[in-house]
């Protein structure tokens, strides 16, 4: 587990680097606002496209390999981008990235490969906690680095060589989780003619229920990310560095959430109470966000929503899990990766088209009506399973 975590912090450090001077790049190369938006777009798109492949292909020849794969198209694209010269050269870097993109989701996979079912919500926490110091270090560290020296060429190579770092931690630490009679297995089921097709898998369980869910999540969710930035900005005159600051605290608290309290919490509450808490703070902050008019009443906002949100995916991949057998895990995986992108991509655009007719309280408005229908899932799962903990239901 802790080869695991280091492999995937160093990727997300990389990723930490580069995505704050999306916006400041864009523009140096004739981008406005509205580019910048599609820019993080295609990124999402190529991801919701390619996150079923890398889980399928994960169940195929390993978590191992398609997790070093993944990890030296992160290395290119980040290269790609900091010697472009043109805007589209930045669009396809990035559309590129997310076809990459597969190294979080089939991590998750593995992490779920290697905890026990009582561990493994705890297990997909050490994920977040990488993905939250990530986004801690990667800002500072691309901050001092363009600090350095004009231009983003520093900080993207430093960002690929974290990849490449990752690259060789993988090789020469990591071990498979995915036995070879298992890939075998699964080599056999998905070319023979009786094999589970995807279609099958999400018609059990109420598995597209649970997969809707990742989309409701991450569209909740980046709508506030897109929201809070351009609200700082327009009410209290905030720039990058403030907001900065606002998401580097966030970032900690989700390192310590995740990394630090998850485990206590599952043990205490089950795994479906605490996610059905968590979706109650969720919806709480983004309730205090359509009314917030101050600094401190937005950030608290900010700080309720998103720590719920923290310990939400984490418990959505630990469900997901337990419903999804081993040889298949990765695909079931895939999908809820793509499911999740494609929220990313509808969550800025419904907010920002909400934002153009109604303004900043009509935009916070859709993300709470958006949070409901997520939280009225949670409710009705813990209906079913009252302890709020569950079995793992798929496990071979």
């Known amino acids: 587990m802790p080869v695991l975590f280091g492999v995937v912090l160093l990727d997300l450090i990389g990723f930490g680097i580069v995505i704050p001077i999306l916006p400041f790049l864009s523009p140096q190369l004739g981008a406005d606002k509205l ?3 599609y820019i993080i777009v295609a990124y999402a798109v190529g991801a919701g496209l390619c996150a079923p492949y890398w889980g399928r292909l994960s169940d195929r020849i390993g978590r191992k390999p398609v997790i070093m794969i993944c990890l030296a198209g992160a290395a290119v694209s980040y290269l790609m981008l900091g010697f472009a010269s043109s805007l589209w ?7 590129f990235a997310g076809l990459m993109a597969g190294n979080v989701g089939v991590a998750s996979v593995m992490m779920a490969d290697i905890t026990r079912p009582e561990y493994r919500a705890k297990g997909m926490g050490m994920i977040g906690a990488a993905f939250g110091l990530g986004l801690v ?3 500072m560290l691309g901050g001092l ?4 020296r004009p231009g983003f060429a520093l900080p993207c190579t430093v960002a690929g060589m974290m990849s490449v770092l990752a690259i060789a931690a993988a090789a020469v630490f990591l071990r498979e989780s995915l036995p070879a009679e298992k890939r075998a297995a699964t080599r056999l089921q998905q070319h023979g003619t009786r094999a589970e097709s995807t279609y099958n898998m999400l018609r059990e369980g109420g598995n597209r229920l649970l997969l809707l869910q990742f989309c409701l999540h991450n569209l909740c969710v980046s709508s506030l990310t897109y929201l809070f930035p351009l609200w700082a900005g327009d009410t209290l005159g905030w720039g990058p560095h403030q907001v900065g600051i606002v998401f580097g605290i966030q970032g900690a608290i989700m390192v310590v959430v995740q990394g630090g309290l998850m485990g206590f919490l599952v043990r205490s509450l089950g795994e479906l109470q605490l996610l059905r808490l968590a979706v109650t703070a969720l919806v709480i902050g983004l309730c205090m966000g359509v009314f917030a008019d101050t600094m401190p009443y937005m950030v608290g906002s900010i700080f309720v929503a998103m720590t719920g949100a923290t310990l939400c995916m984490p418990l959505l991949n630990a469900v997901l899990s337990h419903r999804s057998p081993v040889a ?10 793509a499911a999740a992108s494609w929220g990313r991509v509808a969550g800025p655009m ?14 916070w408005l859709g993300c709470v009506l958006a949070s409901l229908f997520y939280m009225a899932w949670c409710y009705h799962e813990y209906a079913r399973h009252p302890g709020g903990k569950q079995r793992d239901e798929a496990p071979g």
């Open 137 to 139: 270090l990667g800002p």
């Open 328 to 337: 298949v895990r990765g695909r079931m995986l895939g999908v809820s990766g």
């Open 350 to 363: 419904i907010a920002g088209f909400n934002l153009a007719l109604f303004g900043y309280h009509g935009a």
């Open 35 to 37: 580019d910048v938006a």
């Open 145 to 148: 680095l363009s600090a350095a």
């Open 89 to 95: 050269m930045v669009y396809v870097a990035r559309a």
